[in-house]
C-alpha cells in the first residue's frame, strides 16, 4: 500500500500502476471534502516519490465516482470573502495539475456519477473509460457557481468551445453515448468490464502503444480557434446563455466569459481567469440563495425519509376520489410511478376527462423517447378507473379530491370510510379546508389528514401533509412514504384554513387587490412581480388557478383569519368573477386567452378588464416599483412569520422549500425567510411601518420586532 487514508488508498498492481481509489469512509458516496482534498495531495506525493510506477489509475470504491464538493463546507468557506474562497480551490487545483503533470500516464474508470469536481479530476487524467451506467457532468451553475477545479479550461480543450459552453452553462448530466459523441471520455463499456478495460488502455500507453502526451499536451495549451471563429461562437453562446438565464442568474454567462478569457492562454494562466470568475460567482446572492436551497433540500429529505422510515405499512394500492384536473393528476403520478390507483368519480364524463389527461401526459413521453409505448400501457394498466366502491376494502389509501366544497367532502369522506378497511389511511386533497373541520363526521379521525397537491400535479413537486388533532403519527408516516414514492417533495405542517402555501399565498392576492383598488395597472404589478423572479404576475397567476377557485379560496381564507383577510372593498378578483371572467379555463380572466402555435393557452392584454374595474378602483397612477414589490412581499412575509411561530411549519428552511416547491418563489431569492435575512429584519419592519394603514397584513410580529431589535436572524448569524 503505498498510501492509506480514510478517503482514499493507493495500492501498487503487479503490472507497475498504481491504483488510487476514492472510497470516503461513513459515507455513501465520494464527494471532495476538505479531507479527501487533503489525502489526495498526500497520495500524489507518494506517487511522486515510488520507485517502479508506471502508470496511475483512477477508481472509486463506490457506487459512484465522485459527486463533486462538498457543499455543506462552501457556507464557512464562503463568508470568509475572496480569500476564503480561493483557499477553498486552490489545493484541488494544484493536485489534478499534479496529476495532469505526473511523469506517467493517467487513465480513469468512472463507475458511476463523476459530476462537479468529481467529472474535473477526470479530466486531468489522460484517458476517461466509462462504465455504462455512469453519468458525467459539470452542474456548478445549478449552485449559481461555475466549476472552479479547472472544468471551464480542460473540458472546451477536449471537446471544443461550443458543447462545453453548452454543458456547462446548462449543467446537465451526460450520459455516455453523449459523452463519448463529444469525445469527453475515449470509452464506454459495460461496468462489470470497466476495470480491466481501463488497465488495458493504460498498459497501452504504458507501452508507447497510445500517446498520451499527446492527449496531454492538448489540455495544457491554447484552444487553436481564429479570432473569428472565437468572435462568433462567444459573442453567439454568450447572447443565447444570458437570455435563457435571465439577470438573476449570473453564473451561465460567467462560465463562457471564462472559457472566451482563457482560450488563447496556457492552462495555469486560464486556471486564474476560472478562478477569478468563480470567487465573483460565490460572492452572489444568487449562490449564496441556491447552495441554501441545496442544503435545505437535503435537510427536507432527511426529514421526510424519517417519516418514511416509521411506516409500519407501505402503500401497495392506492385509490382517488374524484377524476377532475386533481385526481387525473394524482391518478396519473401514482401509476406512473409504480403505485397502481383506483380512479373513482359519479361521472363517466369526469373519468373520460382524468384518463384523457394522464394518456396525453404518456403520450407526450412517449413522443420524446422517453417512455416506450409497452411502458405507457403498463401505467395505463395501473389506472383502474371506475363508478363504484368496490374493492375498496383492500385499498391502503384513499385520497379525496372531489369538489372544493365542505358538505360534499363530509359527505363524500363519511361514506369512503365505511367502504374502507379499519387501517385505510384517507387523506383530503382539499386546498383551503381545515382538516380538522373535515375530520369532524369521521370516526377515526386518526386515520385521516391532508395531502395537499399541487397543479399541475405531475410538474409540482410539493405535496403539503397536513396533520390533524387528531391525525395519528402512522398515517403521517404512511402518506409521506407514499408522496417520496411518487417523486414529491412532502413537507409535513399542521392545520389551518389554508395550511401553509395557500395561507401565505392568499395575503400576497390580498395585497394585489389592494394595489389595483389603489389605481395599479395589473399589468404593472405582474411584470414588476415578474422581474423581482416570480415565474407568473398576480393576475396572471389568479387566471391561471381559476378566478372562480381563488375567489371560493379567498372567503375560506377571509373566514379563517377575518381581522387580516377580511376585506371591505370588491376587489378585482370579485370582479371578474362576477363578470363571469374565470381566468384560462373559459379563455377570459384578467387578460384574454388565445391559443399559441402549439395549442398552448397565450395571454392577451383586453380593454375589457379595464373597463370592469373602472368603477371599482381608483384613478390610474403610477407606483414605484419598490412600492408594488413591498406592498405585494409584506403581507406574505408576516403571514410566513405567524405560521413558523405558531407550529404550522417546523423550520424556515421547510417552509422556504415549500413555497418554492409549491408556488415557484424566486429560487435565487433562496426562500422568504432567506430573503427577510438578506434584507435584514429591522429594515424589513421599517418597510412593513410604511404600510401600517394597510391593515393588520402589514403588520409585523411581536417576534419580528424583537428578532430585528436584536440581530437575531432566521438562519443563524452567519
Ligand atoms: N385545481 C387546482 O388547482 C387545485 C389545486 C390543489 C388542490 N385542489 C383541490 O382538489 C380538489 C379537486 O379539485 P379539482 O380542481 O380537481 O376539481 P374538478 O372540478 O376538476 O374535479 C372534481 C371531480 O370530482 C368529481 N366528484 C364530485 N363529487 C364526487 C363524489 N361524491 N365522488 C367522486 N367524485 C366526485 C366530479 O365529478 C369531478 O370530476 C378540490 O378540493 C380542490 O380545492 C385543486
Known amino acids: 500500500m503505498l498510501f492509506s487514508g480514510k478517503a482514499l488508498t493507493v495500492q501498487m498492481l503487479d503490472n507497475g500502476i498504481a491504483e488510487l481509489k476514492f472510497d470516503l469512509q461513513g459515507e455513501s458516496v465520494n464527494k471532495f471534502n476538505r479531507q479527501t482534498v487533503s489525502e489526495f495531495s498526500q497520495a500524489l506525493d507518494a506517487i511522486e516519490a515510488a520507485d517502479g510506477v508506471k502508470g496511475v489509475l483512477l477508481t472509486s470504491g463506490k457506487g459512484v465516482f465522485i459527486v463533486g464538493a462538498d457543499i455543506t463546507e462552501f457556507g464557512d468557506a464562503f463568508s470568509a470573502g475572496a480569500e ?17 503533470d505526473l511523469p506517467v500516464p493517467t487513465a480513469v474508470a468512472i463507475n458511476g456519477y463523476a459530476l462537479g469536481g468529481g467529472f474535473e479530476v477526470c479530466l486531468g487524467c489522460d484517458f476517461r473509460v466509462m462504465g455504462e451506467g455512469a453519468k458525467v457532468g459539470l452542474p456548478e451553475v445549478k449552485l449559481g457557481l461555475i466549476p472552479g477545479w479547472g472544468g471551464t479550461v480542460r473540458l472546451p480543450r477536449v471537446v471544443g468551445v461550443d458543447v462545453a459552453a453548452e454543458w456547462i452553462a446548462a449543467g446537465k448530466e451526460q450520459k455516455p453515448a453523449a459523452a463519448l459523441e463529444a469525445h469527453a471520455v475515449d470509452a464506454v463499456v459495460p461496468t462489470d468490464k470497466l476495470k480491466d478495460a481501463t488497465i488495458k488502455l493504460l498498459e497501452r500507453a504504458i507501452s508507447g502503444e497510445l500517446d498520451y502526451k499527446a492527449n496531454r499536451e492538448i489540455k495544457k495549451s491554447q484552444i487553436p480557434l481564429n479570432d473569428t471563429e472565437a468572435l462568433m ?11 435563457q438565464a435571465g439577470k438573476n442568474y449570473p453564473s451561465p454567462v460567467a462560465a463562457v466569459e471564462s472559457i472566451e478569457q482563457g482560450y488563447k ?9 476560472e478562478q477569478e470568475k468563480f470567487i465573483f460567482c460565490a460572492q452572489t446572492g444568487t449562490a449564496k440563495s441556491l447552495v441554501g436551497l441545496f442544503l435545505a433540500d437535503q435537510a427536507i429529505s432527511k426529514v421526510a425519509k424519517g417519516w418514511e422510515k416509521k411506516a409500519d405499512k407501505p402503500i401497495e394500492r392506492a385509490a382517488v376520489l374524484g377524476a377532475g384536473i386533481m385526481g387525473g393528476g394524482i391518478a396519473y403520478q401514482s401509476a406512473y410511478k409504480g403505485t397502481p390507483i383506483k380512479m373513482k368519480d359519479i361521472d363517466q364524463k369526469g373519468i373520460d376527462l382524468g384518463l384523457n389527461e394522464a394518456n396525453k ?68 386533497n382539499t386546498s383551503t379546508i381545515s382538516i380538522n373541520h373535515l375530520a369532524e363526521p369521521l370516526s377515526r379521525p386518526e386515520n385521516f389528514l391532508g395531502m395537499h397537491f399541487f397543479n399541475p400535479v405531475h410538474k409540482m413537486p410539493l405535496v403539503e401533509v397536513i396533520r390533524g388533532e387528531k391525525t395519528s403519527d402512522s398515517a403521517v408516516a404512511r402518506v409521506v412514504a407514499y408522496a417520496n414514492k411518487m417523486g414529491k417533495k412532502a413537507i409535513v405542517v399542521r392545520d389551518c384554513p389554508g395550511f401553509l402555501v395557500n395561507r401565505v399565498l392568499f395575503p400576497y392576492f390580498a395585497g394585489f387587490s389592494m394595489l389595483v383598488r389603489d389605481g395599479a395597472d395589473f399589468q404593472v404589478v405582474d411584470k414588476v412581480m415578474e422581474r423581482w423572479g416570480w415565474p ?11 378566478i372562480d377557485t381563488g375567489v371560493h379560496a379567498e372567503s375560506v381564507m377571509a373566514a379563517g383569519f377575518p381581522d387580516r383577510m377580511g376585506k371591505n372593498f370588491t376587489a378585482a378578483s370579485d370582479v371578474m368573477y362576477e363578470a363571469g371572467r374565470y381566468g384560462q379555463k373559459n379563455n377570459k380572466g384578467f387578460y384574454n386567452y388565445e391559443q399559441d402555435k402549439k395549442g398552448r393557452p397565450k ?58 416547491y409549491g408556488i415557484g418563489f424566486p429560487p435565487f431569492r433562496g426562500g422568504i425567510f432567506a430573503w427577510l435575512d ?13 404600510y401600517a394603514d394597510l391593515g393588520e397584513l402589514y403588520q409585523p410580529t411581536d417576534r419580528m420586532r424583537e428578532m430585528a431589535a436584536s440581530g437575531i436572524t432566521y438562519y443563524g448569524n452567519k
Open 233 to 243: 461562437a462567444f459573442f453567439t453562446t454568450k447572447a443565447f446563455v444570458g437570455q
Open 603 to 660: 395571454k392577451v392584454a383586453t380593454e375589457e378588464s379595464y373597463e370592469l374595474l373602472k368603477p371599482h378602483v381608483a384613478e390610474r397612477r403610477e407606483f414605484e416599483k419598490d412600492e408594488i414589490i413591498e406592498r405585494m412581499m409584506v403581507p406574505m412575509a408576516t403571514e410566513l412569520a405567524r405560521c413558523l411561530e405558531e407550529g404550522i411549519v417546523d423550520s424556515p428552511a421547510e417552509a422556504d422549500m415549500a413555497l418554492i
Open 84 to 100: 476564503g474562497v480561493a483557499d477553498l480551490m486552490n489545493q484541488n487545483n494544484e493536485n489534478i495539475n499534479r496529476l495532469e
Open 536 to 546: 407568473m404576475g398576480p393576475a396572471y397567476l389568479m387566471d391561471v388557478v381559476g
Open 265 to 273: 492562454l496556457t492552462r495555469d494562466e486560464a486556471l486564474k481567469i
Open 678 to 690: 438578506s434584507i435584514g429584519l429591522d429594515e424589513f419592519v421599517k418597510i412593513a411601518d410604511k
Open 361 to 428: 401526459l404518456l403520450s407526450k413521453l412517449v413522443d420524446r423517447k422517453r417512455l416506450t409505448p409497452v411502458k405507457m400501457g403498463e401505467v395505463l394498466n395501473r389506472i383502474e378507473p371506475t363508478l363504484s366502491y368496490d374493492g375498496f376494502d383492500n385499498i391502503d389509501v384513499v385520497v379525496e379530491a372531489v369538489v372544493e366544497n365542505p358538505k360534499v367532502k363530509h359527505a363524500v369522506l363519511k361514506e369512503v370510510e365505511t367502504k374502507v378497511s379499519e387501517d385505510t389511511v384517507i387523506a383530503s
